[in-house]
């Protein structure tokens, strides 16, 4: 991606708060809530800043009730921001929904844009008339869709016959068909089998790398993170936690390395040794298993094992790198002690 892309999304000390109504239990709550009605406000996106340029994948990752669904829909104009600003490709999409959709691709794992009883390939012409897609246009990303997710034998299968996967791989294509600017994708791999995801990572990688199509992807399934994305955005209670290169990320918060050991025998005294160091170290025994978890910046391997050499008879070792999703539960586990 060049450094030069123009910005196409631009989000400005956003905040969505809901009014939502204390209802009470029972007839006389019931009476009280119509005659003296009570309300609470929730903060869902608290005060966040955003600029996401074009041909950018943006991973947007959170736990459930973090504010990533809230986000989408004010992007897609389904929702109004209660303060702030968020500005896709030069316009407002809660004031210009119909030219914001004209721009964008969705896929919503609880909303389909399939026509559940008609063949696949019905909604796909359904689509190149709604979003008055050229005959050519239409002709080569058909062609090179259904070659790329496998679909070609879908498409005179009715919807409602699909398989979860068979589905979802329909649902991405069309998301994609008239080449949108920006594509929101909302848990796209959820529920499907190891080959079906690996063929819609491959999918978001090849478009957003040939086409420029700017992808925002929220998913618990961090291995896609991983496979597709080049920068993530953690949020957390409505607040941005992180945001930043994938790469210096895992880099800044997956400094530690565990070295796991499988030994014949160990002397207890390996205990005090790792007591007594400088260093922080973790300790962890199981049966006839040492782990020992360490900083990369400070320690090297090397290290950790001429330190425990003269204490363990080692059958064994591996060494294991951290991943994704142990590192965000770490900045969770950060976050909530701080």
């Given at each position: 991606m060049s450094e030069n892309n123009k910005v196409l999304i631009n989000i400005e000390n956003l905040s969505k708060i809901y009014k939502i109504k204390d209802r009470q239990?029972?007839?006389?709550?019931?009476?009280?809530?119509?005659?003296?009605?009570?309300?609470?406000?929730?903060?869902?996106?608290?005060?966040?800043?955003?600029?996401?340029?074009e041909g950018e994948c943006v991973g947007y990752i959170g736990e459930?009730?973090?504010?990533?669904?809230?986000?989408?829909?004010?992007?897609?104009?389904?929702?109004?921001?209660t303060n702030g600003k968020v500005i896709v490709d030069g316009i407002l999409p809660y004031k210009e929904r119909l030219k914001n959709n004209f721009k964008i691709g969705t896929v919503f794992g609880q909303r389909s844009s399939l026509w559940w009883d008609l063949p696949v390939i019905e909604s796909f012409k359904f689509n190149k008339s709604l979003y008055e897609i050229k005959d050519k246009v239409y002709k080569e990303n058909m062609e090179e869709y259904s070659k790329i997710l496998d679909i070609n034998k879908l498409l005179n299968i009715p919807v409602r016959n699909l398989s979860l996967g068979e589905r979802m791989k329909c649902e991405i294509a069309i998301a994609f068909l008239h080449n949108p600017k920006i594509v929101y994708l909302d848990e796209p791999t959820i529920g499907l089998d190891v080959l079906v995801k690996e063929d819609i990572r491959k999918f978001i990688k090849k478009v957003n790398k040939n086409k420029k199509t700017t992808i925002i992807l929220t998913t618990h399934d961090l291995k896609d993170i991983e496979e597709v994305c080049n920068r993530i955005i953690v949020?957390?209670?409505?607040?941005?936690?992180?945001?930043?290169?994938?790469?210096?990320?895992?880099?800044?918060?997956?400094?530690?390395?565990?070295?796991?050991?499988?030994?014949?025998?160990?002397?207890?005294?390996?205990?005090?040794?790792?007591?007594?160091?400088?260093?922080?170290?973790?300790?962890?025994?199981?049966d006839n298993e040492i782990n020992i978890t360490f900083d990369k910046n400070k320690l090297t391997a090397n290290d950790i094992i001429n330190m425990v050499s003269n204490y363990i008879e080692i059958k064994d070792l591996s060494i294991l790198e951290p991943n994704l999703e142990s590192i965000v539960k770490e900045i969770y586990r950060s976050e909530k002690n701080d």
């Amino acid at each position: 991606m060049s450094e030069n892309n123009k910005v196409l999304i631009n989000i400005e000390n956003l905040s969505k708060i809901y009014k939502i109504k204390d209802r009470q239990e029972g007839f006389l709550g019931a009476i009280k809530n119509f005659i003296t009605p009570k309300y609470y406000y929730k903060t869902a996106v608290n005060k966040i800043n955003i600029k996401i340029k074009e041909g950018e994948c943006v991973g947007y990752i959170g736990e459930n009730g973090a504010g990533k669904s809230t986000t989408i829909k004010m992007l897609t104009g389904i929702l109004h921001p209660t303060n702030g600003k968020v500005i896709v490709d030069g316009i407002l999409p809660y004031k210009e929904r119909l030219k914001n959709n004209f721009k964008i691709g969705t896929v919503f794992g609880q909303r389909s844009s399939l026509w559940w009883d008609l063949p696949v390939i019905e909604s796909f012409k359904f689509n190149k008339s709604l979003y008055e897609i050229k005959d050519k246009v239409y002709k080569e990303n058909m062609e090179e869709y259904s070659k790329i997710l496998d679909i070609n034998k879908l498409l005179n299968i009715p919807v409602r016959n699909l398989s979860l996967g068979e589905r979802m791989k329909c649902e991405i294509a069309i998301a994609f068909l008239h080449n949108p600017k920006i594509v929101y994708l909302d848990e796209p791999t959820i529920g499907l089998d190891v080959l079906v995801k690996e063929d819609i990572r491959k999918f978001i990688k090849k478009v957003n790398k040939n086409k420029k199509t700017t992808i925002i992807l929220t998913t618990h399934d961090l291995k896609d993170i991983e496979e597709v994305c080049n920068r993530i955005i953690v949020l957390d209670e409505g607040r941005i936690l992180h945001d930043g290169n994938l790469e210096n990320f895992t880099n800044e918060f997956g400094k530690n390395r565990t070295i796991k050991f499988i030994a014949e025998n160990y002397n207890k005294e390996l205990e005090n040794v790792i007591i007594n160091q400088k260093e922080d170290l973790l300790l962890e025994i199981k049966d006839n298993e040492i782990n020992i978890t360490f900083d990369k910046n400070k320690l090297t391997a090397n290290d950790i094992i001429n330190m425990v050499s003269n204490y363990i008879e080692i059958k064994d070792l591996s060494i294991l790198e951290p991943n994704l999703e142990s590192i965000v539960k770490e900045i969770y586990r950060s976050e909530k002690n701080d």
